[in-house]
């Protein structure tokens, strides 16, 4: 299973996307430093995620709300979990 998530940092007002097999090491690795792009923005709270059977469908996913560079798309994405 593989995952695509966005985080969210209050320090920045800025979201993160990215994809993963596991969930809770990566946001550990976010918030200790060991991701040198995100560093400057811990605490980072995951807002959503979604999962899918392979790593190719989760890039895919990712590079897909990569590619809209709307920060409008993100909060809907993440209210729409919220109220499904």
Do not use: C
Not at 30 to 35: A, C, G, I, L, S
Not at 44 to 65: G, H, N, V
């Amino acid at each position: 299973m593989f995952f695509v998530y966005l985080l969210y940092s209050k320090k920045l007002d800025k979201y993160y996307i990215g994809s993963t097999a596991d969930i809770e090491v990566r946001l550990n690795q976010h918030n200790h430093q060991e991701v040198k792009f995100t560093s400057r923005g811990i605490p980072w709270s995951l807002k959503y995620l979604e999962s899918f059977p392979d790593r190719t469908s989760a890039m895919k996913r990712e590079f897909q709300i990569k590619a809209k560079k709307s920060r409008k798309y993100i909060e809907w994405l993440i209210e729409s979990k919220r109220n499904s």
